[in-house]
């Protein structure tokens, strides 16, 4: 099943999830009563941690703080964030 999953693509649609839910806490932090960015918020969050759930059962850990780590702790593995491999264009 990891063959069929695109570690990029799938990277690339956590981070276009996660920058909805940001924006729409924003929003929600000036509009509070605003039912319907709520709900779309919800929405998105629910699909983030599908997402990230999914990622890590293929890939290990996407972020540190809230994944747990086979031993030996397994934070990074290569590529390192900042080499091109682990880069995306949008």
Known sequence: ???????????KQIAAVHMM???????????PTDRDALSKRNSYAKQYKMLKEEYEKYFGMISQDDALSP????????????????NYKL
């Open 1 to 11: 099943m990891k063959d069929d999953i695109n570690k990029m693509e799938l990277t």
């Open 21 to 31: 839910l940001e924006d729409l806490q924003l929003y929600l932090n000036t509009h």
């Open 71 to 86: 031993y030996p702790w397994q934070w990074i593995n290569e590529p390192w964030p900042w080499e091109y491999d682990a």
